[in-house]
């Protein structure tokens, strides 16, 4: 799953960002309300987290307008206003939950934990091609009932690949969807990344999920059963 985290104080945001990728979210950084503004328009994110003081465009701007074009979008504002009324205003104004500065960490985990699970159905939330699942909620991969660990862009490449399961997808789509970057052709983290997760999800199991497109990239799906 993808956050953008609006936050202009730069070790907070770090801090944050590398606590949500040990969780294997994919970690977005908006450092003023505009550029909160146009990401959260323009990028499908699952979950925002805004801070009210932002430079250039201030939080509750940006909580309007992204009501107005992502109605269903969940917003946690993290913020050092405490007052009643802030949390009110927010409220009113679409947020669906308020956490006050300063913060546990682990609260902050559950906090999206439980607003990514009331906004996403469970079809949506678990993921499966074949026996394989991947509950994006609670960042579970499992194929045949036994657990399969991923590392943070493995969890990412694996959430990206089934959501387009039966599509051909290219290097490039990958490279952008996954790392947030734009494709270049000299690098091969691609292929390398695929090639852990088949040894992760397919090794082992006579039908294989991850194909190789000739000409094209990958594709997730259900192939003939190997001899």
């Known amino acids: 799953m993808r956050i953008l985290i609006a936050e202009d104080d730069a070790a907070l945001a770090?801090?944050?960002?590398?606590?949500?990728?040990?969780?294997?979210y994919t970690v977005d950084v908006a450092?003023?309300?505009d550029q909160a503004r146009a990401m959260g328009s323009e990028i499908d994110y699952d979950l925002v987290i805004l801070d009210l003081n932002l430079p250039?465009?201030?939080?509750?701007?940006?909580?309007?307008?992204?009501?107005?074009?992502?109605?269903?979008?969940?917003?946690?504002?993290?913020?050092?206003?405490?007052?009643?009324e802030d949390r009110v205003q927010c409220l009113d104004t679409g947020a669906d939950?308020?956490?006050?500065?300063p913060f546990s960490f682990s609260e902050l985990s559950a906090r999206i934990r439980a607003l990514l699970r009331r906004s996403h159905l469970p079809s949506e939330s678990v993921l499966v091609v074949e026996d394989l699942k991947l509950d994006r909620v609670e960042h579970r991969a499992e194929r045949a009932g036994r657990r399969i660990d991923l590392t943070t862009k493995e969890f990412?490449?694996?959430?990206?690949?089934?959501?387009?399961?039966?599509r051909q997808v290219s290097r490039a789509m990958i490279i952008e969807h996954v790392w947030n970057l734009t494709f270049d052709t000299t690098t091969n983290v691609v292929d390398v990344y695929i090639?852990?997760?088949?040894?992760?999800?397919?090794?082992?199991h006579p039908r294989k999920l991850i194909h190789t497109v000739?000409?094209?990239?990958?594709?997730?799906?259900?192939?003939?059963?190997?001899a």
């Not at 770090?14 to 294997?24: A, K, Y």
């Not at 939950?97 to 500065?101: A, G, Q, R, T």
């Open 156 to 166: 990412s490449l694996l959430e990206y690949l089934m959501r387009n399961a039966g």
């Open 214 to 226: 000739r000409g094209v990239g990958y594709e997730m799906g259900s192939a003939e059963v190997t």
């Open 56 to 84: 250039k465009l201030d939080g509750v701007s940006v909580l309007r307008h992204l009501r107005l074009r992502r109605p269903s979008l969940p917003v946690l504002v993290l913020t050092q206003r405490s007052k009643v």
């Open 195 to 204: 090639n852990y997760l088949r040894r992760k999800v397919d090794d082992g």
């Open 97 to 101: 939950d308020y956490l006050p500065k």
């Open 31 to 33: 450092e003023d309300g």
């Open 14 to 24: 770090s801090f944050v960002r590398q606590g949500l990728l040990g969780e294997h």
